[in-house]
């Protein structure tokens, strides 16, 4: 067979799969069609059908056509992440900041502590966590922040699903893990920082600053219909620009969307144009992280990692949640439906534990251990959010 001939084969694999499961097994409460797409994507690498057809796995997924499912990932991930920047609303967290930085600061900065706590006990077992570029302060700092992430673009999804998204309660959570995003990636630029390639790092920030300023001017001037191609090209001239300096393009595609307003596209056409990405291009994505997952170290150190990070980011996303709460005097049972919501993590997270994979930071193992405990944590969300929302309908109006 050509090499496009085994490519469609695998386009096949990774569509149908994935849909078969989540519309025969009706996995839409618990388990959205994205989620199940990720599980796929851990199905069909080489931790589990590698490992039962290996011969099948090697013929189907070569070189060459990882080489090209990858090209196909790398831009839809950079989409995504573009689209994600662009969705922050700065100037609604500004105006409601008491609220919003005591909120944010506790739902990140309390997992945080409890995933680095987390880390160091992973460390305290084994050292094969820590990849071969990686140091011991990166792995802590890298493992906290993906028990403390919230992704974005999941959590409008499920907010779509449960029908808060444009209640007072949706659009407050919004601004929380808003605001969350930007420390995130503020984070990552911090681990990625290259010593040996600060002058380029200093110099990107400088270019861009000075590019966003022409292009935000610009945005404004034209319409609307262009303003999506412009947008796309910032994406990969910005992107290009980050990884040359010595970050990642994943840091430039965040960095491009952040610095475009919402206001410039309009909403239903963004609302669709996510959409599309994730229908379309993004599974490929999801593939391409299960094709990272690995058992090397050993199962039960893997799935005993993944276990111990589950009950960090998500023990410490409600104790921060709560203590928000009683800060800010929230109704009885407010901070227990916020902070469930919050623990949306696949994709954002994946992104992140990828990036420092690629960087060599962290080792696959690792990169197994955070991609598990990232879709437990997101599973758990709908179905536990969904009944207490049930019995409180009056939170849904709450503005503050």
Same mark, same amino acid.
């Given at each position: 067979?050509?090499?496009?001939?085994?490519?469609?084969?695998?386009? @096949?694999?990774?569509?149908?799969?994935?849909?078969?499961?989540?519309?025969?097994? %009706?996995?839409?409460?618990?388990?959205?069609?994205?989620?199940?797409?990720? $599980?796929?994507? +851990?199905? *069909?690498?080489?931790?589990?059908?590698?490992?039962?057809?290996?011969?099948?796995?090697?013929?189907?997924? =070569?070189?060459?056509?990882?080489?090209?499912? =990858?090209?196909?990932?790398?831009?839809?991930?950079?989409?995504?992440?573009?689209?994600?920047?662009?969705?922050?609303?700065?100037?609604?967290?500004?105006?409601?900041?008491?609220?919003?930085?005591?909120?944010?600061?506790?739902?990140?900065?309390?997992?945080?502590?409890?995933?680095?706590?987390?880390?160091?006990?992973?460390?305290?077992?084994?050292? %094969?966590?820590?990849?071969?570029?990686?140091?011991?302060?990166?792995?802590?700092?890298?493992?906290?922040?993906?028990?403390?992430?919230?992704?974005?673009? $999941?959590?409008?999804?499920?907010?779509?699903?449960?029908? $808060?998204?444009?209640?007072?309660?949706?659009?407050?959570?919004?601004?929380?893990?808003?605001?969350?995003?930007? #420390?995130?990636?503020?984070?990552?630029?911090?681990?990625? *920082?290259?010593? =040996?390639?600060?002058?380029?790092?200093?110099?990107? *920030?400088?270019?861009?600053?000075?590019?966003?300023?022409?292009?935000?001017?610009?945005?404004? %001037?034209?319409?609307?219909?262009?303003?999506?191609?412009?947008?796309? +090209?910032?994406?990969?001239?910005?992107?290009?620009?980050?990884?040359?300096?010595?970050?990642?393009?994943?840091?430039?595609?965040?960095?491009?969307?952040?610095?475009?307003?919402?206001? @410039?596209?309009?909403?239903?056409?963004?609302?669709?144009?996510?959409?599309?990405?994730?229908?379309?291009?993004?599974?490929?994505?999801?593939?391409?992280?299960?094709?990272?997952?690995?058992?090397?170290?050993?199962?039960?150190?893997?799935?005993?990692?993944?276990?111990?990070?589950?009950?960090?980011?998500?023990?410490?996303?409600?104790?921060?949640?709560?203590? #928000?709460?009683?800060?800010?005097?929230?109704?009885?049972?407010?901070?227990?439906? $916020?902070?469930?919501?919050?623990?949306?993590? #696949?994709?954002?997270?994946?992104?992140?534990?990828?990036?420092?994979?690629?960087?060599?930071?962290?080792?696959?193992?690792?990169?197994?251990?955070?991609?598990? @405990?990232?879709?437990?944590?997101?599973?758990?969300?709908?179905?536990?959010?969904?009944? %207490?929302?049930?019995?409180?309908?009056?939170?849904?109006?709450?503005?503050?």
């Amino acid at each position: 067979m050509s090499t496009s001939e085994i490519f469609l084969i695998a386009m @096949m694999i990774i569509f149908t799969v994935p849909y078969l499961i989540w519309r025969l097994c %009706r996995t839409e409460y618990y388990a959205p069609l994205v989620v199940v797409q990720i $599980i796929g994507g +851990i199905l *069909l690498g080489p931790g589990v059908l590698g490992a039962v057809f290996p011969n099948y796995y090697n013929f189907v997924f =070569n070189p060459k056509v990882i080489g090209q499912l =990858n090209g196909i990932a790398q831009w839809a991930v950079m989409i995504f992440v573009w689209v994600a920047g662009i969705e922050l609303d700065i100037n609604k967290a500004w105006q409601h900041r008491r609220e919003t930085t005591v909120t944010a600061g506790l739902a990140l900065g309390t997992p945080l502590l409890f995933g680095c706590a987390a880390a160091i006990a992973m460390l305290a077992v084994s050292d %094969r966590w820590i990849g071969p570029k990686g140091h011991t302060w990166q792995l802590i700092v890298g493992i906290g922040m993906a028990c403390a992430v919230t992704a974005l673009p $999941i959590l409008v999804l499920f907010m779509e699903k449960i029908e $808060i998204l444009r209640q007072p309660i949706g659009q407050r959570i919004l601004r929380y893990a808003s605001l969350d995003d930007i #420390a995130i990636w503020g984070v990552l630029a911090l681990i990625l *920082l290259d010593w =040996n390639r600060v002058g380029r790092q200093l110099g990107f *920030l400088v270019v861009f600053a000075l590019a966003a300023f022409v292009v935000r001017k610009l945005m404004r %001037r034209i319409q609307e219909r262009d303003r999506w191609y412009v947008g796309l +090209i910032w994406l990969a001239a910005s992107g290009y620009a980050a990884d040359w300096s010595g970050l990642h393009f994943m840091v430039g595609a965040f960095l491009s969307g952040a610095i475009l307003d919402a206001d @410039m596209f309009n909403q239903e056409r963004m609302d669709l144009f996510r959409s599309h990405v994730l229908l379309a291009i993004m599974p490929v994505f999801f593939l391409s992280t299960g094709l990272r997952t690995t058992w090397q170290v050993g199962g039960m150190l893997v799935f005993g990692a993944a276990a111990l990070l589950l009950v960090a980011s998500v023990a410490g996303k409600l104790v921060g949640v709560q203590i #928000a709460g009683r800060i800010l005097k929230w109704e009885k049972g407010e901070a227990s439906i $916020i902070g469930w919501l919050l623990q949306t993590k #696949a994709l954002i997270m994946i992104i992140f534990v990828n990036i420092l994979l690629d960087k060599g930071i962290i080792t696959s193992e690792t990169f197994t251990a955070t991609l598990l @405990m990232a879709v437990a944590s997101t599973m758990l969300s709908v179905p536990t959010v969904a009944p %207490r929302l049930a019995r409180q309908q009056t939170l849904i109006a709450k503005a503050s």
